[in-house]
């Protein structure tokens, strides 16, 4: 019985993982995007290219990952609800500062 259960959470487990995974990996797909698009914005709206902030689009990009890695090492050993509630607050602090780094690009044009 006691193996069951313990199968159960790790299955439950998994999913949690998984389902925070396309959270963050969402967060991802949004910065890699800037990184893509935004040079050629620049380039449509006639800005110099050579003003392209280049260090907050890659900062912009290494923040979900680092983020998703950063919250399995604080949840590591938790319960299912704490762990969780850290993925929770991993991904809101993961947005936040996604959707500054937006702003700054938009404040630099």
Known sequence: MAETAAVRRTWVELALLIV????YAFALFVA???LVELPRAYEIYGFDPATIPWWLLIVGTLIPILGFV???LVSRRRN???????LLAGLAVVS??????????????
């Open 20 to 23: 925070f995974g396309l959270f």
């Open 32 to 34: 890699i995007s800037n």
């Open 70 to 72: 950063a919250a399995l």
């Open 80 to 86: 299912l609800l704490e762990r969780a509630l850290v």
């Open 96 to 109: 936040a500062l996604g959707l500054t780094i937006v702003a700054i690009q938009g404040a630099l044009l």
